[in-house]
């Protein structure tokens, strides 16, 4: 069986989960890998819980859904406390710091993500994608350059730059990251 | 780039546009509802109609309009409208209009779950509407075969004067994934069987040697009968045992003997197994990665895929088991196929994965159902 790399995306209705799975995916496939997206959500159109799952791998993909994630992000509390326990036992937690207080583990990347795409592009829905950025500048799950075509493909015509901005805070901080981690 | 990010039901429309597809009539609902809004934009691009209607009941009676009207049509919905319809698909089936409908499975029964997969619908799909009838049913298990399935749903619509339903689920409507769709060139796309008779010879339901009676559109100058009544060669309601009975034996001989071109199925490692796994739609998907997993812990596992549900495949079911003590049969409902499958091999050797609460099958499960099969009988 070919290396599966499993992504759970979750947050609630109105983040921008599902968008934030499409855009990964896309990514993904851009890089020349092989990618599936799902979702699941409730029926209302904002709040309650939501989430994206994006499986990356360079053979075929069978099953499309996470068995055990490699990446866990939540965006809320709920899906912190929800889905922790499918994190693998080295996989990455990475929890917005602005909507997550109570951590499962003292391994969590916690990060005000919120609060940065407020301050970088003045919209709280942006956080997303500066979630993605710094996912992808953490790991190397996806290259930045295929990031930046799939952002451009998928978020809604004129947000573009404000998006590709969102995305750059979320690569930098990552960067800074790393740097502080590794002193 | 080869391969593009697509899904499900993105590569339903697209495939139902391949397929020659210029009428789409229907109403709104979650999981079907990106079908109509990629139709919405697509259908007048190729100088096809698209017409959102009041409601399920009248969305089906516009589509057999416009078949009869000589365009190739189609609907989609999930299962509050799926049951809205069935008086119609029963109308479609009496009258041998060719037409597609496409469901996307949600959990049930009424509302349900709106967002959740299910394969809740797969008896519906067959004895949905009342009487018996022969009736093609296709479940896909990825975006690429959403799009293979549509195709041949038309085709198979068109050559057989029925309507054909596209038996889709949640979890396949509303994946994206990459896919790489055929170049036009390499899709077969299939017309519906005409004749040069001069209208006054023209009978809409004659029996010929295809058993398929050919038909004209409504306004090139042939006038006809179409009715839900039981009705003679030319159309026109009759109670007459000498006519009703060749009708029903030819509607039900023409699916029986092209059975060789409705079945689709995929068998895999099926010869040597020990336990076979029989799976479809999204669930086919679960039962493969556990089949894989399974093969590497060194048990003999056999994967029966099945494209086509309806007409059940006995003979492809039956062939698989044979020598079989086991058979496995995961599915998002507490049973349907599964009692097919019974009633095929015998209820004894098969063991039911069901699951009717709006979540996937995992592989887990199925995994853990070859290994309670296998040591069930050593």
């Known amino acids: 069986m070919s290396e599966r790399y499993e992504v759970r995306l979750a947050g609630k209705g109105g983040q921008g989960m599902i968008l934030a799975g499409i855009i990964l995916a896309e990514a993904a496939i851009l890089d020349g890998k092989n990618a599936a997206q799902t979702q699941s959500y409730g029926p209302e159109a904002r709040g309650g819980a939501s989430r994206s799952e994006v499986?990356?791998?360079?053979?075929?993909?069978?099953?499309?859904?996470?068995?055990?994630?490699?990446?866990?992000?939540?965006?809320?509390?709920?899906?912190?406390?929800?889905?922790?326990?499918?994190?693998?036992?080295?996989?990455?937690?990475?929890?917005?710091?602005?909507?997550?207080?109570?951590?499962p583990t003292s391994r969590a990347v916690v990060v005000p993500l919120t609060q940065w795409a407020e301050e970088a592009t003045g919209r709280r829905i942006t956080a997303s994608v500066v979630a993605l950025?710094?996912?992808?500048?953490?790991?190397?799950?996806?290259?930045?350059?295929?990031?930046?075509?799939?952002?451009?493909?998928?978020?809604?015509?004129?947000?573009?730059?404000?998006?590709?901005?969102?995305?750059?805070?979320?690569?930098?901080?990552?960067?800074?990251f790393i740097r502080s981690q590794s002193k | 780039m080869t391969g593009k990010l697509m899904q499900?039901?993105?590569?339903?429309?697209?495939?139902?546009?391949?397929?020659?597809?210029?009428?789409?009539?229907?109403?709104?609902?979650?999981?079907?509802t990106d079908i109509a809004e990629v139709l919405a934009r697509?259908?007048?691009?190729?100088?096809?109609?698209?017409?959102?209607?009041?409601?399920?009941?009248a969305s089906m009676a516009a589509v057999i309009g416009a078949s009869v009207g000589g365009a190739k049509a189609m609907t989609a919905t999930s299962g509050p409208g799926f049951s809205l319809m069935q008086e119609n698909i029963g109308y479609a089936a009496m009258a041998e209009i060719p037409c597609v409908v496409v469901d996307v499975q949600r959990a049930g029964p009424s509302t349900g779950l709106p967002t959740k997969p299910s394969q809740g619908d797969v008896m519906q799909s067959r004895w949905g509407t009342h009487g018996d009838h022969p009736i093609i049913v296709l479940s896909p298990s990825s975006v690429r075969e959403t799009f293979d399935f549509t195709v041949r749903a038309f085709n198979m619509a068109e050559k057989y004067r029925t309507p054909v339903i596209l038996l889709m689920d949640e979890m396949i409507g509303h994946m994206r994934e990459k896919v790489e769709l055929p170049s036009p060139e390499a899709i077969e796309v299939v017309e519906r069987v005409s004749t040069s008779v001069p209208p006054e010879w023209y009978k809409a339901y004659e029996n010929t040697p295809s058993d398929v009676p050919p038909m004209i559109s409504f306004g090139q100058g042939y006038r006809y009968h179409i009715t839900g009544l039981?009705?003679?060669?030319?159309?026109?309601?009759?109670?007459?045992?000498?006519?009703?009975?060749?009708?029903?034996a030819r509607v039900f001989r023409k699916i029986e003997r092209n059975l060789r071109d409705i079945l689709i199925y995929e068998a895999d490692e099926i010869e040597d197994a020990e336990i076979v796994v029989i799976a479809y739609g999204a669930t086919a998907r679960s039962a493969r990665h556990a089949v894989k997993q399974a093969r590497a812990r060194g048990y003999r596992v056999g994967f029966l895929r099945l494209g086509t549900l309806w007409p059940f495949p006995e003979e492809v079911v039956e062939r698989a088991a044979e020598r079989i003590h086991r058979v496995i049969v995961p599915e998002m409902n507490l049973g349907q196929l599964a009692l097919e499958v019974e009633r095929v091999v015998g209820r004894r050797k098969v063991m039911r994965v069901g699951k009717a609460n709006g979540e996937m099958v995992t592989p887990q499960e199925v995994l853990d159902a070859i290994v309670r099969g296998v040591s069930a009988w050593l």
């Not at chain 1, 994630?69 to 929890?95: N, T, V």
């Not at chain 2, 697509?42 to 009941?57: A, Y």
């Not at chain 2, 109670?239 to 029903?248: A, F, G, N, T, V």
Request: hydrophobic share 40%; charged share 25%; proline share 5%.
């Open chain 1, 133 to 176: 950025g710094f996912l992808a500048g953490l790991t190397g799950l996806v290259s930045r350059q295929a990031m930046e075509a799939a952002v451009r493909a998928h978020v809604p015509p004129g947000t573009e730059e404000i998006n590709l901005r969102a995305l750059a805070v979320g690569f930098e901080q990552a960067e800074q």
């Open chain 2, 230 to 248: 039981f009705h003679d060669e030319r159309g026109f309601p009759t109670q007459r045992l000498d006519e009703i009975d060749p009708w029903i």
């Open chain 1, 55 to 103: 499986v990356i791998s360079d053979g075929e993909i069978d099953y499309p859904k996470v068995t055990q994630a490699d990446i866990l992000l939540c965006m809320s509390q709920e899906a912190c406390d929800r889905y922790f326990h499918d994190l693998k036992q080295h996989g990455l937690l990475i929890a917005d710091a602005v909507h997550v207080e109570r951590m």
């Open chain 2, 42 to 57: 697509r259908l007048p691009q190729v100088g096809g109609k698209f017409i959102q209607m009041e409601d399920e009941i």
């Open chain 2, 8 to 32: 499900g039901d993105e590569a339903c429309a697209e495939g139902a546009i391949a397929a020659g597809c210029r009428f789409f009539a229907g109403y709104p609902i979650t999981p079907a």
